[in-house]
């Protein structure tokens, strides 16, 4: 008991400090757990085999799956019809339909394809983007338990509930499993209290702002980077003469001369190109499309014996709008990018992109960019080929925001993603089958109609939160098979043991939701719903009602934008500070928290 509570207390500091990466604590918990011999050696590694994990898996692949064939181009179509230019009905809309959406895909994935499709609505009606994002992303949060599909703290709820029916004491039943709509009653209340919340109080708790990023709407306009980065200027074609001092130099020399324009795009010879890497030579010839205000360039040119030409002659093709811009993305919590520098990515090199800035709470970052370190949800300034940036974005470290053009790929996949979806839910809520196992038809469906290859199937899954989720499990069995949960239940008994069912109740959920604003919801998850079981057994209570508490609370993190990879992803675009997420997320954690214990209680009365 004393090396699993050691092993809990280990996971919540580095989960919350960070000083390790989340899944390598992850492995390196099941790894002691496996050596301690807390659990058989054989069962060690199951959680990977699990039915949880499994269906993480297929759900990921599913929701790549519904992207690829446009149905969310579809839903911005839908939404703007149904919103008619009018930002109370826009709100709603939006907020709806990304609750609906939410009951199907993970909260992470959801938010990742909806903040182009938001941004691309924002730039139409001429709506605030920051009136938007945060009603959409708690939206997620609030509608994610509708089903148990979506939401990691819920599949993984039933693999717990058999560890602690393994573990029971004598006379003890058996705690039935939850179906896949078994938990959809306090899902829809809760998406639903979403909704209202937002129609009703979202002018009062997101006002307008003396903020210039707030007067604007994301796109690829000279007004909005120039109000909101302080990137201002136009784009120009220099050309180096025989005389000129950069024959010979470096890209990355010449940006580091006084006054130098951002250089976006070279020509030396025949071969043109985007995001010039560093290390690239300039010669007699050679056509640099800069970019800078119009004084700048004139006195660089002059000082570099350059030819200055305001008409993009040779570079326009690769300036062409429909083919480049500038835009936005943000840096995902799963991304491999976060704590390296953007010179050490090579950025330019790898992918054909420059970056121009970077926002990062209430700062702009634009000295220096090479040198800076990258942290989960800094918003980057880009430039590049519409094509290079998706597939930049295809291994899902960056999340573009802004609305670039793009071709949807498969759109004649539609009918062939949607059918074999819907065949996955009806395996899950019509048969015996198991939910790993429904899952898997549909997204080996979807590879086997070409909806997606396998290769863009691995891409879409999110292997840092399988690990997590894998790794963790056995700790939650572990506090079952050792007595942790029951010897902690008791200590809670010592103290609220007298209390009515409801105030344990609320105990354990505040205690859960306090957690998972700081620490994974699923670790939050794996350590409280071992203790929430023993104590209803312990108190004759109705198990599966505390164990859902538990599992519902631990998506109530709305109070910081740290409380969940959705949060963190919408906090830059939108331009929120700390105090918002506060202002909207004291009521409408406490709202959450009030319908969550009625409902559940009603469901189990």
């Not at 509708?146 to 693999?159: E, F, Q, R, V």
Request: glycine share 8%.
């Amino acid at each position: 008991m004393i090396m699993v509570m050691a092993l809990v207390a280990f996971t919540m500091i580095m989960l919350v400090l960070e000083w390790i990466r989340a899944d390598m604590v992850a492995l390196l918990v099941v790894v002691v757990i496996g050596l301690t011999g807390l659990i058989p050696s054989d069962r060690v590694f199951n959680g990977f085999a699990g039915n949880a994990v499994i269906a993480i898996i297929a759900i990921m692949i599913m929701g790549a799956g519904l992207d690829r064939a446009g149905v969310l181009s579809l839903t911005a179509n839908f939404v703007m019809r149904m919103a008619r230019g009018m930002e109370s009905r826009l709100g709603v809309v939006i907020n709806s339909v990304t609750s609906l959406f939410s009951a199907v895909i993970p909260s992470q994935a959801l938010a990742a394809l909806m903040i182009p499709v938001i941004s691309r609505l924002s730039a139409r009606t001429g709506v605030p983007i920051s009136r938007l994002l945060l009603p959409m992303a708690f939206c997620i949060l609030t509608a994610t338990n509708t089903t148990l599909i979506a939401n990691s703290p819920l599949i993984i709820l039933n693999d717990l509930i058999a560890s602690a029916n393994n573990n029971l004491p004598p006379g003890a039943h058996t705690i039935p499993k939850f179906g896949l709509f078994s938990v959809t009653p306090v899902g829809l209340a809760l998406a639903v209290l979403g909704v209202l919340f937002f129609y009703f109080f979202t002018r009062k708790l997101l006002p307008d702002r003396e903020d210039d990023r707030l007067k604007v709407t994301p796109g690829r306009t000279e007004s909005y980077f120039a109000d909101t980065y302080g990137i201002v200027g136009e784009t120009a074609e220099l050309t180096v003469t025989a005389e000129s001092p950069l024959v010979g130099m470096s890209i990355g020399e010449v940006e580091q001369l006084r006054e130098a324009p951002l250089i976006l795009a070279i020509k030396s010879g025949n071969d043109a190109r985007m995001a010039p890497p560093v290390d690239q030579v300039i010669w007699v010839g050679s056509v640099l499309g800069v970019l800078g205000p119009r004084e700048q360039l004139a006195q660089f040119a002059n000082n570099q014996l350059c030819r200055l030409s305001p008409r993009m002659r040779q570079l326009g093709e690769l300036f062409n709008p429909t083919r480049a811009g500038i835009s936005e993305a943000v840096i995902p919590p799963s991304s491999r990018f976060i704590k390296q520098t953007i010179g050490a990515l090579r950025l330019r090199k790898r992918y054909g992109i420059s970056v121009l800035a970077v926002h990062r709470g209430d700062q702009v970052l634009r000295d220096d960019v090479r040198g800076i370190s990258l942290r989960p949800g800094d918003t980057l300034v880009l430039h590049s080929s519409w094509r290079e940036l998706a597939q930049a974005t295809e291994d899902k470290d960056l999340v573009v925001v802004t609305d670039i053009p793009k071709e949807e790929q498969r759109p004649g996949k539609i009918w062939h993603a949607v059918g074999f979806f819907l065949l996955a839910k009806g395996l899950a809520l019509f048969t015996n089958l198991d939910l790993s196992v429904a899952m898997m038809t549909g997204a080996i469906g979807m590879l086997l109609t070409g909806v997606l290859n396998m290769d863009e199937a691995y891409k879409a899954i999110n292997w840092k939160t399988i690990f997590v989720t894998a790794c963790l499990i056995p700790l939650g069995w572990s506090m079952d098979a050792t007595g942790t949960a029951a010897w902690l239940a008791q200590e809670v008994l010592v103290y609220l043991g007298h209390a009515a069912p409801w105030v344990l109740q609320l105990a354990l959920a505040i205690l859960t939701l306090l957690f998972s604003q700081v620490m994974s919801n699923v670790g939050a998850t794996v350590m409280m719903v071992p203790i929430a079981i023993s104590v209803a057994v312990a108190t004759g209570g109705n198990p599966s009602a505390y164990a859902l508490i538990v599992a519902v609370s631990s998506s109530n993190t709305f109070l910081i934008s740290s409380g969940h990879p959705a949060l963190m992803m919408v906090a830059g675009p939108g331009g929120y500070r700390g105090k918002d997420f506060l202002r909207v997320g004291v009521p409408l954690t406490l709202a959450v928290l009030l319908v969550t214990m009625v409902v559940i209680n009603l469901m189990f009365h």
